[in-house]
């Protein structure tokens, strides 16, 4: 690369391989943009087991009124919480990707943890919310309350697991389908 090349001209320029590099953060935007993702993600995990701790307390309690608040308690904490963190940590979390070398599906570990965010969102929407609506609105079938623990405690898993890839970063680079020659393609 030419010496007189600038920082800017090299987050553009062609990599190696001869790929444009893409438009990167700076790193004021970085920084803030990590630590939206932090502090939602981690706001999430604390919202989630909230909502399992929760969740247990009201199967464990034979007060039915006492049930019934906790389940009230539970909508409005995943509407003022869940639902809001878990969408600014997926798209905080897609935009680090897309403006750093990351990337969104180059490395496992990114990859897993965008299909584990998805997944507690859609345990949270097609599980938990539906589970409290029922048991709010007094229209539970049996094992409505096991299922709410369970689904609350695989999202806390989940969340765990995603927390964990973040620190190791384990796994390496996706590996990238190569292009089969002209030749190849109409052979097949």
Do not use: C, N
Not at 115 to 131: C, F, K, T, Y
């Amino acid at each position: 690369m030419d010496p007189t090349t600038t920082t800017r001209d090299r987050r553009t320029a062609p990599a190696a391989t001869g790929r444009p590099r893409g438009r990167r953060l700076r790193r004021r935007a970085r920084q803030t943009l990590t630590t939206i993702h932090v502090v939602s993600s981690v706001g999430l995990l604390g919202a989630t087991a909230a909502t399992l701790v929760l969740a247990v307390s009201a199967a464990a309690t034979a007060d039915a009124a006492f049930a019934h608040s906790i389940y009230r308690l539970m909508s409005l904490q995943s509407a003022v919480f869940g639902i809001p963190l878990s969408v600014v940590a997926l798209l905080t979390g897609v935009a680090l990707g897309l403006g750093t070398l990351w990337g969104v599906v180059q490395h496992w570990w990114t990859t897993a943890k965008l299909a584990l965010i998805l997944a507690v969102m859609l345990d949270g929407a097609l599980m938990i919310g539906p589970s409290v609506d029922d048991l709010r609105h007094g229209a539970a079938s049996a094992g409505t309350e096991t299922r709410l623990v369970v689904a609350a405690a695989h999202s806390l898993a989940m969340l765990v697991t995603a927390t964990t890839l973040s620190v190791f970063k384990p796994g390496g680079r996706m590996r990238r389908r190569r292009a089969r020659p002209a030749a190849d393609r109409r052979a097949a």
